[in-house]
């Protein structure tokens, strides 16, 4: 990857249905080689999945939590992380090193639709302890975003 691809990125990461010929006028570069990049990008793996990103509050969920959570066990980890999977309003779960073994981001409707999952992961086999917290605003979240400056 050289500065071009990451201003290509930059590119896709504000809107990723913007077209090769609006990246190319935005970059000066022609529209064939914007194109043949994104491609080599896609095909090396550095670019995933193209995806939308949703208003959770326009979907009725006004209440957003973080849950970090120990497994008793690590023989627990993939059934634990099975239901976690089929579980919708958890956005995210990550696998942490430290205290606990998880950090699951968790969007829900209502503080009392909250509380159901809080019970129903808190119950789930293996599970030891948790702590949550409640996220009163989001002031960032570019995590996928190619940090400016990189490759400049």
Avoid: W
Avoid at 130 to 141: A, E, G
Wanted: charged share 25%; hydrophobic share 40%.
């Amino acid at each position: 990857m050289d500065a071009i691809d990451a201003k290509i990125l930059r590119c896709l990461s504000r809107n990723a249905r913007q077209k090769a010929s609006g990246i190319s006028q935005e970059i000066n570069l022609s529209v064939s080689a914007v194109i043949e990049r994104i491609h080599k990008m896609e095909d090396s793996g550095l670019i995933e999945r193209y995806t939308t990103v949703l208003n959770q509050k326009k979907l009725g969920n006004d209440i957003s939590a973080l849950m970090e959570l120990s497994l008793e066990h690590p023989k627990h980890y993939d059934a634990f992380v099975e239901k976690i999977m089929g579980i919708h309003n958890v956005v995210a779960c990550h696998y942490l090193t430290g205290d606990f073994d998880f950090m699951l981001q968790i969007v829900a409707s209502s503080s009392e639709a909250l509380e159901v999952l809080h019970r129903q992961i808190k119950s789930m086999e293996g599970v030891s302890s948790t702590r949550t917290h409640f996220v009163l605003k989001t002031v960032k979240d570019e995590a996928t975003l190619l940090p400016e400056g990189a490759y400049s």
